[in-house]
């Protein structure tokens, strides 16, 4: 009985101790993923005020003619940087998942040669007992 409340223990602490790893590599990924985009939203703000800002100031319509070009290379970076930053977002989320599923694969192989362990010695506490 002893054997089995000790052996209960250690599949629960593993287990914790798990879980603790794997909701410290999600919540790493989540706190680079988002401070990835606000960074981006906060570099994609900044270039379109300076857009409007310069097309405020443009007094004449040969003035706002001559800004068009340069509003949409400003629109043309906009949209650069939020693909490349959802593609880098996607990236470090394939990384920390194969991180958690390393982590997983572990603890299985863990599992089956403790499993495995258990049945051979079963197996031989059950021969011996045959012989007797």
């Known amino acids: 009985m002893n054997t089995i409340n000790e052996q209960f223990t250690n599949?629960?602490?593993q287990?914790?101790?798990t879980a603790a790893q794997?909701?410290?590599?999600a919540l790493?990924?989540?706190q680079n993923v988002f401070g990835l985009q606000l960074s981006t939203l906060e570099t994609n703000a900044r270039a379109a005020f300076a857009f409007w800002s310069e097309l405020v100031e443009a007094r004449d319509p040969d003035a706002v003619r001559n800004l068009w070009p340069k509003g949409v290379q400003v629109a043309r970076e906009n949209v650069e940087?939020?693909?490349?930053?959802?593609?880098e977002a996607f990236a470090r989320t394939v990384q920390a998942n194969e991180a958690i599923g390393q982590i997983a694969k572990g603890q299985l192989e863990s599992a089956s040669a403790q499993a495995q362990a258990t049945?051979?010695?079963a197996a031989r506490?059950?021969?011996?007992s045959s012989k007797a």
């Open 28 to 30: 790493q990924n989540v």
């Open 11 to 13: 599949a629960t602490r």
């Open 15 to 17: 287990y914790a101790d």
């Open 119 to 121: 049945v051979q010695t």
């Open 125 to 128: 506490q059950a021969g011996k």
């Open 81 to 87: 940087r939020t693909i490349g930053a959802g593609q």
């Open 22 to 25: 794997v909701n410290q590599l």
